[in-house]
């Protein structure tokens, strides 16, 4: 029960949202499909001391997007969160604007604001800059596309003094 109630928290501040948000121009969503690992995140309470997250993307024969995020909680070894939002495509024409169910019946945006031409990285954000998340297809992210995500965020109004490192340690 308390499990819900966070996540209907979390649910309600992704849904506060300003306008003023872009995306990149175009996603390919067969090829985003897939395992993304989580290299960096605007920390919050679900994933507070996560470790070894991972997205998992898949396109349903309906449209849909099935996604699985697992994650450890308090160390690589600790206790496996496992969550299965569901995703949508809003923006058919960029498909770079998603909206994910965490809890039904609530929708909240899911915007791909940054994405590498050879999709090795993605950077998922929502319109209030309140999360985002930086993705590699490795555990590791280097330290040049690391700091050009970060300089990209911060000129997209992200608080990126506060952007955490999630550790990946396999």
Not at 11 to 26: N, Q, S, Y
Not at 54 to 75: A, C
Not at 93 to 112: C, E, G, V
């Amino acid at each position: 029960m308390i499990r819900v109630g966070l996540l209907l928290i979390l649910a309600g501040l992704m849904m506060a949202c300003g306008r003023d948000f872009r995306t990149v121009k175009k996603v390919d969503l067969q090829r985003f499909m897939g395992d993304w690992y989580v290299i960096a995140i605007l920390p919050n309470f679900i994933e507070k001391n996560a470790y070894n997250g991972i997205e998992s993307y898949q396109l349903n024969p309906d449209g849909t997007i099935g996604v699985t995020y697992t994650f450890f909680k308090g160390g690589p070894q600790g206790k496996k969160k496992v969550m299965h939002p569901l995703g949508k495509v809003f923006d058919r024409q960029s498909n770079a604007h998603w909206k994910m169910r965490l809890i039904k019946p609530f929708w909240s945006d899911y915007l791909i604001v940054d994405l590498a031409p050879d999709y090795r990285y993605t950077v998922i954000g929502v319109p209030n800059r309140k999360f985002v998340w930086i993705m590699s297809r490795t555990p590791e992210l280097t330290d040049e596309d690391y700091s050009a995500i970060i300089k990209r965020l911060a000129a997209m109004g992200y608080k990126t003094d506060k952007i955490r490192k999630m550790p990946q340690i396999w």
